[in-house]
């Protein structure tokens, strides 16, 4: 259960940006990420660089022009990528089960 302190402090948290670090966690640059996410690079960049500044350790290295995930990235990275799996599971699930439901 998610207690009223965690609601407390997650409110304060853009969820979309999470969106985008996913999105440039599997798509490994801010140009692809931002096809996938039909926008430009500069809102990816802004939208993760705004990600990253929930987290007190860094989540990317620069390597000349390229970001290099932080082991700490990478372990978030799989943890989110579960939490998505499963929500969208649930959303399907969800869709599925409205669509065979007789209309009134």
Known sequence: M???????????????????FSAVMNYK??????????????????????????????????????????KYAIELHKMLSELFSKFSCAVSAKSAETELEPTP
Not at 53 to 67: D, H, I, T
């Open 29 to 70: 640059t801010i140009f692809n990420a931002s096809v996938v996410m039909k926008c430009s690079p500069p809102t990816v960049s802004i939208m993760l660089k705004r990600f990253c500044s929930y987290f007190p350790v860094p989540l990317f290295e620069r390597e000349g022009r390229c970001l290099k995930p932080t």
């Open 2 to 20: 998610v207690e009223k302190h965690d609601f407390e402090h997650l409110i304060n948290i853009d969820l979309n940006s999470v969106l985008y």
